[in-house]
């Protein structure tokens, strides 16, 4: 039984910074791969950054890289979603995800759980 919990989001000016959080639990021999994913009014869910849970290795859409990092702390079972440089644009609700297989990080489809979501606004 996995579950993740989101937490961190809020108001922010343009150029600001937020740190997301997602705890994870249950996720002993599973999810290979955690992602933050976003979705603003009227879009589809989109990628945003991926870490895999083990390796540590990291994925970044177009759009944030450079003002965006994912990072996870092992210990407290916990991923980490810093932005900086936030733009209007960034607002949306930010969902983290657990991909059991992790094969291909920026897919939605492939994640297998989600949190209920928090909301980022970021005003111009």
């Known amino acids: 039984q996995v579950q993740v919990v989101e937490s961190g989001g809020g108001l922010v000016q343009a150029g600001g910074s937020l740190r997301l959080s997602c705890a994870a639990s249950?996720?002993?021999?599973?999810?290979?791969?955690m992602g933050w994913f976003r979705q603003a009014p009227g879009k589809e869910r989109e990628f945003v950054a991926a870490?895999?849970?083990?390796?540590?290795?990291?994925y970044y859409s177009d759009s944030v890289k450079g003002r965006f990092t994912i990072s996870r702390d092992n210990v407290k079972n916990t991923v980490y979603l810093q932005m900086n440089s936030l733009k209007p644009e960034d607002t949306a609700v930010y969902y983290c995800?657990?991909?059991?297989?992790?094969?291909?990080?920026?897919?939605?489809?492939?994640?297998?759980?989600w949190g209920q979501g928090t909301q980022v606004t970021v005003s111009s």
């Open positions: 995800g657990a991909d059991r297989l992790g094969l291909r990080p920026g897919r939605r489809d492939d994640y297998d759980y």
């Open positions: 249950g996720l002993t021999f599973s999810a290979n791969v």
């Open positions: 870490i895999n849970w083990r390796g540590g290795s990291t």
